[in-house]
């Protein structure tokens, strides 16, 4: 049974999650959530882990099972699949699900308990998740990346961007290899938003940013491809980047008014 989450005040966020106990060591900072500003009813939960204080015996101490699949991975894979898995344990406690154990599918998708939509993400050194009850209809995607190199980002950029794109991200007010990353990354989520919904991979191309504003706090994306009856050539979206020191973080929320067509939220 879930809890009433979706009812209780927000007073305190962002805050610690309660029921996240940790072993006192140095490997990962408690998980923080809070309720993105435009859309309440979706819980963003974020969290640094230090590779430098990983060894497998936390999996021991955090309670969790060592996974076949890992015994071959280097010391980064492990890090980073033992914080995003305790994140996401310690979120899920605040819909009323207990030690629950984040899989995947065979496309790789994360497979989340019955009733609740999420997307997770994470760098070298942190960790971003989403959250919704299924019974708001929205659907979330996150990503995290580390801010390009200014010579990988012209490396990549007909890659990731048209021309188009290029005019408008240079508009942007930040320097273009955080622009760039931010395009990508926001690529990223809303393909990590759609594809629970599709199951249908997508181009860098099949998206398109038509706007942004000064900083990329906000930015409109365009489908170049039609997903579904209600999800046409045009469909439009909002996506969020927030910019912190050498990384980023977005997200894109998408509601699943299936076979209607869709615009700007």
Same mark, same amino acid.
Request: aromatic residues 10%.
């Given at each position: 049974?879930?809890?009433?989450?979706?009812?209780?005040?927000?007073?305190?966020?962002?805050?610690?999650?309660?029921? +996240?106990?940790?072993?006192?060591?140095?490997?990962?900072?408690?998980?923080?959530?809070?309720?993105?500003?435009?859309?309440?009813?979706?819980?963003?939960?974020?969290?640094?882990?230090?590779?430098?204080? /990983?060894?497998?015996?936390?999996?021991?101490?955090?309670?969790?099972?060592? @996974?076949?699949?890992?015994?071959?991975? $280097?010391?980064?894979?492990?890090?980073?699949?033992?914080?995003?898995?305790?994140? $996401?344990? &310690?979120a899920l406690r605040q819909f009323g699900?207990?030690?629950?154990?984040?899989?995947?599918?065979?496309?790789?998708?994360?497979?989340?308990?019955? =009733?609740? +939509?999420?997307?997770?993400?994470?760098?070298?050194?942190?960790?971003?998740?989403?959250?919704?009850?299924?019974v708001t209809g929205k659907q979330p995607? $996150?990503?995290?990346?580390?801010?390009?190199?200014?010579?990988? !980002?012209?490396?990549?950029?007909?890659?990731?961007?048209?021309?188009?794109?290029?005019?408008?991200?240079?508009?942007?007010?930040?320097? %273009? !290899?955080? +622009?760039?990353?931010?395009?990508?990354?926001?690529?990223?989520?809303? /393909?990590?938003?759609?594809?629970?919904?599709?199951?249908?991979?997508?181009? %860098?191309?099949?998206?398109?940013?038509? &706007?942004?504003?000064?900083?990329?706090?906000?930015?409109?994306?365009?489908?170049?491809?039609?997903?579904?009856?209600?999800?046409?050539?045009?469909?439009?979206?909002?996506?969020?980047?927030?910019? !912190?020191? =050498?990384?980023?973080?977005?997200?894109?929320?998408?509601?699943?008014?299936?076979?209607? @067509?869709?615009? @700007? /939220?």
């Open positions: 049974m879930r809890s009433d989450w979706l009812n209780r005040p927000a007073q305190g966020e962002p805050a610690l999650l309660s029921g +996240a106990t940790l072993p006192k060591d140095r490997f990962l900072t408690a998980p923080v959530s809070s309720r993105l500003a435009e859309h309440p009813d979706v819980l963003l939960v974020q969290a640094r882990y230090d590779l430098a204080y /990983y060894s497998d015996q936390l999996f021991t101490d955090y309670r969790l099972p060592f @996974p076949a699949h890992l015994n071959k991975a $280097v010391a980064k894979r492990r890090a980073e699949y033992l914080a995003s898995r305790l994140c $996401v344990r &310690a699900f207990d030690d629950f154990l984040l899989t995947n599918d065979a496309d790789r998708a994360p497979v989340w308990p019955e =009733g609740i +939509a999420g997307s997770l993400s994470h760098t070298r050194a942190c960790i971003s998740l989403l959250l919704a009850d299924k995607g $996150v990503d995290c990346e580390e801010i390009m190199r200014p010579e990988a !980002a012209e490396e990549m950029r007909e890659m990731i961007i048209n021309e188009r794109e290029h005019g408008i991200l240079q508009s942007s007010g930040v320097p %273009f !290899a955080t +622009a760039l990353t931010a395009a990508f990354s926001l690529k990223e989520s809303l /393909y990590k938003a759609v594809f629970p919904l599709f199951r249908q991979f997508m181009h %860098f191309n099949e998206a398109e940013i038509i &706007a942004c504003r000064a900083g990329l706090t906000n930015v409109t994306l365009r489908l170049n491809r039609a997903l579904s009856p209600g999800f046409p050539v045009g469909t439009l979206f909002t996506g969020r980047v927030a910019l !912190a020191e =050498g990384q980023l973080t977005s997200w894109v929320i998408v509601t699943q008014a299936a076979d209607t @067509p869709t615009g @700007p /939220y």
